[in-house]
């Protein structure tokens, strides 16, 4: 259900997904860049947050269904824009940095823009990492996109991203995007950008049992078959990181 008036007046919307972020909101909001549309998608926050975004002037979408993928994918049904990006919502990532990740792609240079997470000191706990690049190393072997993160920081067109017909709504929606604009042929590319410790915990891998949660739901995607998606006009160059 959207709570807020649409706007298709934006360049580019940033879907941030979020479950009780207020006290991160205030300073991911005011990094949104100038023109760009800051959809926050609410899943089921008891902390004010959904109030404390509408009030910052965000566009507030409510997604009862918990789960990452779920509140990404009503942000991104709610986007109005030709270009979507993502980001976290829980400052450890710098939404001011998004107009060089989405250069590629705005450009149309490339297809699926991510950032590749360069943790600063006690930002990234290893059982963390290990929920990310073992899936990162599978994905290289699976299809050939030369990847070490599958970072939540990434950018792509909106038509493209709901003609992948999307289904996992949990941890696995960054990497089944991935799996899928590969198997399309999606050009994919990667840019450094500074991955910095969040505020409060995080909900998918603050702890071990999190973390576990996190590999099993990437590995089910990973073993699904691959899906015919409609090819974006100009993909087929095959990417990765630079």
Same mark, same amino acid.
């Given at each position: 259900?959207?709570?807020?008036?649409?706007?298709?007046?934006?360049?580019? !919307? =940033? /879907?941030?997904? $979020?479950?009780?972020? *207020?006290?991160?909101? #205030?300073?991911? +909001?005011?990094?949104?860049?100038?023109?760009?549309?800051?959809?926050?998608?609410?899943?089921?926050?008891?902390?004010?947050?959904?109030d404390i975004a509408r009030a910052l002037g965000a566009h507030v979408v409510s997604e009862p269904v918990r789960g990452f993928g779920?509140?990404?994918?009503?942000?991104?049904?709610?986007?109005?824009? !030709? =270009? /979507?990006?993502? $980001?976290?919502?829980? *400052?450890?990532?710098? #939404?001011?940095? +998004?107009?060089s990740i989405a250069a590629p792609v705005l450009d149309g240079t490339a297809d699926l823009a991510l950032g590749r997470r360069r943790?600063?000191?006690?930002?990234?706990?290893?059982?963390?990492?290990?929920?990310?690049?073992?899936?990162?190393?599978?994905?290289?072997?699976?299809?050939?996109?030369?990847?070490?993160?599958?970072?939540?920081?990434?950018?792509?067109?909106?038509? *493209?991203?709901?003609?992948?017909?999307?289904?996992?709504?949990?941890?696995?929606?960054?990497?089944?995007?991935?799996?899928?604009?590969?198997?399309?042929?999606?050009?994919?590319?990667?840019?450094?950008?500074?991955?910095?410790?969040?505020?409060?915990?995080?909900?998918?891998?603050?702890?071990?049992?999190g973390t576990w949660q996190a590999v099993q739901d990437m590995r089910a995607v990973l073993a699904e078959a691959p899906v015919t998606?409609?090819?974006?006009?100009?993909?087929?160059?095959?990417?990765?990181?630079?």
């Amino acid at each position: 259900m959207i709570e807020t008036p649409p706007s298709s007046s934006s360049q580019v !919307d =940033v /879907v941030l997904p $979020c479950l009780n972020e *207020a006290g991160a909101l #205030p300073w991911v +909001l005011d990094r949104i860049p100038s023109g760009w549309r800051a959809i926050v998608v609410d899943n089921g926050s008891t902390d004010g947050s959904a109030d404390i975004a509408r009030a910052l002037g965000a566009h507030v979408v409510s997604e009862p269904v918990r789960g990452f993928g779920a509140a990404c994918h009503a942000g991104l049904t709610a986007a109005t824009a !030709d =270009v /979507v990006c993502f $980001c976290d919502c829980d *400052a450890s990532l710098d #939404p001011g940095l +998004l107009p060089s990740i989405a250069a590629p792609v705005l450009d149309g240079t490339a297809d699926l823009a991510l950032g590749r997470r360069r943790p600063t000191p006690k930002a990234w706990p290893p059982h963390a990492r290990l929920a990310n690049l073992e899936p990162a190393r599978l994905v290289r072997r699976r299809t050939g996109v030369r990847l070490h993160d599958l970072g939540p920081m990434r950018a792509a067109r909106r038509e *493209a991203l709901l003609a992948l017909d999307l289904t996992d709504r949990r941890s696995g929606y960054p990497l089944q995007m991935v799996v899928r604009g590969a198997d399309a042929g999606w050009r994919v590319t990667a840019r450094n950008v500074s991955y910095h410790p969040r505020t409060g915990r995080s909900k998918v891998t603050g702890t071990w049992r999190g973390t576990w949660q996190a590999v099993q739901d990437m590995r089910a995607v990973l073993a699904e078959a691959p899906v015919t998606v409609p090819e974006v006009v100009g993909a087929g160059v095959r990417g990765g990181e630079r």
